[in-house]
């Protein structure tokens, strides 16, 4: 539950840092720069060998893609809508999953998950106060990343499932950082912050995401995937507090109501077995 904290404190950052003046494709740089030299930094330390053929560099490199793009969206939504609900429309990627797998056919989904992906899409229309209003860029942006991260995932389980996760996490976080580097360069888009705050959100987004997801690699094998994708869903409960304490962010009580629903289901389901 400290990683889901930590995760959310990234978010809280990466908003801080928009606020005052740093670009999204500056903040997905540095933290996937950071995160990528910490987790090299982590394989070296265990002695992890790195080694993969020429056909699994460029399958990581194309899931790199994937979440250079889950990236950016999910930071775009950051830096336009309420932090926790970014996060909430964001978390709805195991529903995402779910469907893909089905459609690729590698599985229908169980009757768990026929019931608890329409409960966590009503609740997250509550959330979003979505009933007979346009739904914004924002959210639009963080369904996005949602998808993206759907579509990562998936490449992961047909392409990588074989390589160790830290050697995955780290050649991915590489080409999520290269690929930002070129596009971001040849466009014109890195922007730094303009004052102190935003530079200390920069490098608080960066470290906050570094130690969370290095620490996943320490905690993951002692609890399994399933619990853990069952804690994490703690990080967008815990940004409504963050989010009100840190930027002054609030939603309605229905709001609230309509994220634990979608928590709740999300949860729900990764405690199939």
């Given at each position: 539950m400290i990683i889901a904290v930590t995760f959310g404190a990234n978010h809280i950052s990466?908003?801080?840092?928009?606020?005052?003046?740093?670009?999204?494709?500056?903040?997905v740089f540095a933290r996937s720069l950071f995160t990528s030299l910490a987790v090299f930094?982590?394989?070296?330390?265990?002695?992890?060998?790195?080694?993969?053929?020429?056909?699994?560099?460029w399958r990581a490199a194309l899931v790199g893609v994937a979440l250079a793009v889950q990236s950016y969206c999910l930071y775009?939504?950051?830096?336009q809508i309420t932090v926790a609900l970014a996060l909430l429309a964001f978390n709805t990627f195991p529903v995402m999953l779910s469907l893909m797998?089905?459609?690729a056919g590698r599985g229908r989904p169980s009757a768990r998950a026929a019931i608890a992906m329409p409960v966590a899409l009503l609740g997250l229309s509550i959330a979003l106060d979505a009933w007979g209003k346009p739904i914004n860029a924002g959210v639009l942006w963080a369904l996005a990343a949602g998808f993206a991260f759907a579509t990562a995932l998936f490449l992961i389980d047909v392409w990588l499932k074989e390589v160790d996760g830290r050697l995955r996490s780290?050649?991915?976080?590489?080409?999520?950082?290269?690929?930002v580097a070129v596009i971001g360069g040849a466009l014109g888009a890195f922007r730094a912050p303009a004052d102190a705050a935003g530079w200390t959100g920069l490098a608080l987004?960066?470290?906050?995401?570094?130690?969370?997801?290095?620490?996943?690699?320490?905690?993951?094998?002692?609890?399994g995937s399933s619990s853990y994708a069952v804690v994490l869903n703690f990080e967008p409960i815990s940004l409504l507090f963050l989010?009100?304490?840190?930027?002054?962010?609030?939603?309605?009580?229905?709001?609230?109501?309509?994220?634990?629903?979608?928590?709740?289901?999300i949860a729900w389901l990764g405690l199939k077995k």
């Open positions: 990466a908003r801080i840092a928009f606020d005052h003046g740093a670009s999204v494709v500056t903040g930094a982590l394989l070296h330390l265990q002695g992890v060998p790195i080694a993969l053929s020429r056909r699994q560099l775009s939504a950051v830096s797998s089905w459609a780290a050649l991915t976080m590489a080409a999520v950082a290269l690929i987004l960066s470290v906050f995401y570094g130690l969370a997801i290095t620490s996943v690699f320490v905690v993951l094998p002692r609890m989010g009100w304490v840190i930027l002054g962010q609030a939603i309605a009580p229905i709001q609230v109501l309509g994220a634990f629903v979608v928590v709740g289901a």
